[in-house]
């Protein structure tokens, strides 16, 4: 692990010591201590207590999104506060500096029918060589478990053949983010192409001893650069691409595989009012299928379907502001 270099070094390695000793995680914490030791040891050279002031000039100088320059001073402060607790400072630099204003996310959201357009767009783009048809079938599928199960694109390159659980119709997704285990169910089309993929696979690999589920022609499992390239140019194809937009601190989002995730969501609570059932009481489930660690980051989707018109893009852009 490369050390610590300003003149708070000592300090830094002592407080990752006593915070390990505690049982934190701490990967995501060193990096951002290690962000502010990289600006100490460029902008203070010389050992000296420091002041709000330089705390208060050191976010106006980060050059990082603001969540990210919020997340380094939270860490800040947290290593600030251990050191007025072991004597070394009366107060906390850090307390009173203020968090800059998140830039509000707007995710591209897909109809239900672009996806089946963009679903459409990908199987046309096969190619018919034994090497290359295996791989695009492969991720044709994976691109149809994002969509149809709200799987995140990293989740199906890693499914094993024995996540896989035809006689119940399952799937075992394990240890993804915020380190999640989640067993959850499939549509029947979907287990239908999963089957029909396990098929071709059977048939064009002789050799077919690969524990993934989904793989290529060598027998090793797809690559998340080879799914988002085919992603790419079926968006182009049915001609949904488009930039990211900036306005002030509103970034509305291009297309990308997660907002297949964003749209399944969105999809299923649609699904749940038009049936007149509550989708507020349906979030708990769908945030345990999903698998988020707690189901206020799904409450989300429920004012994006609010916002599905444009026309109320703005409201669901300042709710989601007072959130911050």
Not at 25 to 45: C, E, H, P, V
Not at 53 to 82: G, H, K
Not at 177 to 205: C, E, G, H, T, W
Request: charged share 25%; with cysteine; hydrophobic share 40%.
């Amino acid at each position: 692990m490369k050390p610590f270099e300003s003149f708070m070094a000592p300090r830094l390695d002592e407080f990752l010591v006593y915070r390990k000793g505690l049982g934190y995680k701490m990967r995501g914490f060193t990096s951002q201590l290690r962000a502010f030791d990289r600006y100490l040891k460029k902008n203070q050279s010389k050992e000296k207590l420091l002041e709000p002031s330089f705390f208060l000039e050191m976010r106006a100088n980060l050059n990082m999104q603001p969540s990210s320059v919020n997340a380094l001073l939270s860490a800040v402060r947290v290593f600030f506060e251990y050191m007025v607790r072991q004597g070394y400072y009366q107060q906390n630099p850090v307390g009173n500096i203020g968090q800059l204003k998140k830039n509000v996310i707007v995710p591209f959201i897909f109809t239900p029918e672009q996806t089946n357009q963009l679903l459409a767009s990908v199987c046309k783009r096969f190619h018919h060589t034994k090497k290359l048809f295996l791989r695009n079938l492969a991720i044709y599928t994976a691109i149809l478990l994002m969509a149809r199960c709200g799987l995140r694109i990293s989740e199906p390159l890693r499914l094993k053949q024995h996540h896989y659980r035809r006689d119940d119709g399952t799937l075992y997704v394990e240890k993804t983010k915020f380190n999640k285990d989640r067993l959850i169910p499939v549509p029947a089309a979907v287990m239908a192409q999963i089957d029909n993929y396990l098929s071709v696979r059977k048939i064009l690999m002789r050799d077919n001893q690969s524990p993934y589920l989904l793989v290529r022609a060598n027998q090793q499992p797809l690559t998340d650069s080879q799914v988002r390239r085919l992603f790419i140019k079926a968006v182009k194809d049915i001609e949904l691409d488009q930039p990211r937009r900036v306005t002030g601190n509103v970034n509305l989002l291009q297309p990308t595989p997660h907002s297949l995730r964003h749209s399944f969501a969105v999809a299923a609570l649609l699904r749940i009012k038009q049936r007149g059932d509550s989708a507020q009481n349906a979030l708990p489930v769908l945030a345990a299928y999903m698998g988020h660690c707690e189901y206020k980051y799904t409450s989300v989707y429920l004012r994006v379907t609010d916002a599905l018109s444009r026309k109320q893009l703005v409201d669901f852009i300042l709710w989601q502001e007072t959130k911050e």
